[in-house]
C-alpha cells in the first residue's frame, strides 16, 4: 500500500524512543509518503532519542509543551512553514500521571498531580484543537487521531487517574469532532489500543498481567505498536474520511469478548 498518504502533511506528537507507538507511526507515515514534523515536551526530547527519528524520516523536531497554548500555537505556525502548507493529519500520543509515577494509590491521590494528569493526557487535546482551528492550519478532511485504553470505559486496579484522562480524552474528540466536522470537515478520533509494551505502558504496576490478561482474552491476541501504526495510517488517509467522534477499538477483539477458551484452560489448571 506504498504511497497511501503521499502529498499528506501533519505534525507527530509523543515520539520518545523505538518502542513507542508514535515512533513507529512516524516510520510507517514516512513509508506512506507522508510529511511530518516531531514534537514532544523540551523534557522529553532531553531524555529520548527523537533527533535519531528526525534523521531516518527526514522531518524537523519542533519542541513545544502541549499543555501550552503558547507552545502548540507556534507549533502549528512553524509546522506550516516546513511542510508549506496546511496540515492533513494531527497524532496526539501523549499521556503521564504524576500519582502513578510516584506510586500513589487511588484512595490516597494527591490532586495537584491528579490536575497535572488531566492536562496533560486530556485536556492537551482540547487545546491541540483549539490552536488548529484558531490558526486554521488544517485542511479540509484532514484527520486527528489520539491514543486512548479500554480503562476510560472499564476499571482497572492501578491505572488510577489516567482512567479519568483517557475518559476525557474521549469525549473530547466527540465534541471538538462534531464542532470540526460541520466547520471545516476535519475528522476527530480518538483508538483504544491494547496493553502495549512502550516506556509509558510498562510504567504501570502490574503491567504484565494487564498484557497476559488481555492476550488470553483477545481472539487475534494483543494489537502490537507496528499494528496500531499502520491502523494510524489508514486513518491519516482518505479511505477513512467519513469516520469521525468515534473510540476505535483496536485490541484483537478484547473489548467485545466475555471469556476465551484460553482463559477458560488457564482457570481450569
Known amino acids: 500500500?506504498?504511497?497511501?498518504?503521499?502529498?499528506?502533511?501533519?505534525?507527530?506528537?509523543?515520539?520518545?524512543?523505538?518502542?513507542?507507538?508514535?515512533?513507529?507511526?512516524?516510520?510507517?507515515?514516512?513509508?506512506?509518503?507522508?510529511?511530518?514534523?516531531?514534537?514532544?515536551?523540551?523534557i522529553a526530547l532531553r531524555l529520548g532519542t527523537i533527533n535519531k527519528l528526525a534523521e531516518a524520516c527526514n522531518a524537523q523536531v519542533i519542541p513545544a509543551d502541549a499543555t501550552s497554548e503558547t507552545d502548540l500555537a507556534n507549533l502549528f505556525t512553524k509546522s506550516m512553514e516546513v511542510l508549506g502548507g496546511k496540515l492533513d493529519f494531527v497524532l496526539h500520543s501523549i499521556g503521564m500521571s504524576p500519582n502513578i509515577r510516584k506510586g500513589k494509590e487511588y484512595g490516597d491521590m494527591n490532586y495537584e498531580w491528579y490536575l497535572k494528569t488531566l492536562d496533560i493526557s486530556a485536556l492537551s487535546f482540547h487545546k491541540v484543537l483549539q490552536a488548529s482551528e484558531k490558526l486554521d492550519a488544517l485542511n479540509e478532511w484532514a484527520s486527528v487521531v489520539a491514543l486512548s485504553y479500554i480503562a476510560a470505559q472499564r476499571a482497572y486496579p492501578d491505572y488510577t487517574d489516567m482512567a479519568q484522562a483517557k475518559a476525557m480524552l474521549e469525549s473530547i474528540a466527540r465534541s471538538y469532532g462534531?464542532?470540526?466536522?460541520?466547520?471545516?470537515?476535519?475528522?476527530?478520533?480518538t483508538i483504544s489500543q491494547s496493553p502495549t509494551k512502550t516506556t509509558a505502558g510498562t510504567g504501570i504496576s502490574g503491567f504484565d498481567v494487564f498484557f497476559d490478561f488481555a492476550e488470553m482474552m483477545s481472539p487475534l491476541g494483543n494489537a502490537s505498536a507496528e499494528d496500531c501504526a499502520n491502523y494510524i495510517a489508514v486513518m491519516f488517509s482518505d479511505y477513512t474520511r467519513m469516520v469521525t467522534m468515534q473510540n476505535l477499538m483496536h485490541d484483537g477483539g478484547f473489548s467485545s469478548s466475555g471469556i476465551t477458551n484460553n482463559l477458560i484452560e488457564r482457570l481450569s489448571r
Do not use: C, H
Request: net charge positive.
Open 1 to 42: 500500500m506504498a504511497n497511501l498518504l503521499k502529498g499528506k502533511k501533519g505534525i507527530i506528537f509523543g515520539a520518545l524512543d523505538e518502542n513507542s507507538i508514535a515512533w513507529k507511526t512516524a516510520l510507517k507515515i514516512k513509508e506512506e509518503g507522508g510529511e511530518f514534523t516531531l514534537t514532544n515536551a523540551p
Open 178 to 189: 462534531q464542532r470540526y466536522g460541520t466547520k471545516k470537515k476535519v475528522r476527530v478520533n
